[in-house]
């Protein structure tokens, strides 16, 4: 099986560096347009599956690069963003001490309250590759967010905390990934 992951397109709340977390904010022109370049990159790849959380800037970006109807995408809420609490709809440099710690040095430093702890999104992560693993998919999209694509990736690259923090990924930045016999592998990245 090949997993495709990737995060949604741009959205004005991202052009304005707000945490825009569980938001259901909508992708703009350049997210619109992103989303098609990044289809046109992979190429003429059918997609078995295209999975993607309930957030409309997911789902139309996953309809967009699966080349699918929107109905045919198919909504998975552990694929949802990160859980902001206090923090959403803020600035991504006025985010205070503990939260701009955290959201450097997640690997050390503890979720501030309100916020969704890197074990629960390593959990929610894991149950969703988990049972997809046990599908007969060939070439499977999953389309994210900002936050929780990290611990996807963390899963997907054998992390042993579970996340691949660095570097953020970008709007449309695709990483192919391969699982075969139990094992992953990085295949190519599409930037």
């Known amino acids: 099986m090949k997993i495709w992951l990737t995060r949604h397109g741009q959205t004005n709340l991202n052009k304005k560096h707000l945490m825009q977390g569980k938001t259901d904010e909508p992708l703009n022109e350049t997210g619109r347009k992103q989303a098609a370049e990044a289809r046109q990159k992979i190429g003429n790849i059918h997609f078995d599956a295209v999975y993607s959380s309930r957030l409309d800037r997911a789902i139309e970006t996953a309809s967009i690069i699966g080349n699918v109807p929107r109905d045919q995408v198919i909504i998975d ?62 070439n499977v999209l999953i389309v994210c967010h900002g936050g929780i694509i990290r611990a996807l990736r963390g899963y997907l690259e054998d992390r042993k905390n579970g996340i691949r923090w660095r570097p953020k990924p970008k709007n449309c930045e695709i990483i192919e990934y391969e699982f075969r016999d139990g094992k992953h592998r990085t295949i190519h990245t599409f930037k």
């Not at 979720?111 to 988990?130: D, G």
């Open 77 to 138: 809420d552990r694929l949802i963003e990160v859980e902001f609490g206090k923090y959403e709809m803020k600035k991504y440099y006025g985010l205070g001490l503990k939260m701009t710690a955290f959201w450097l040095l997640p690997e050390i430093l503890p979720a501030p309250k309100t916020v969704e702890s890197v074990q629960s999104m390593v959990r929610r992560s894991s149950s969703f590759l988990n049972e997809l693993e046990t599908k007969d998919y060939d």
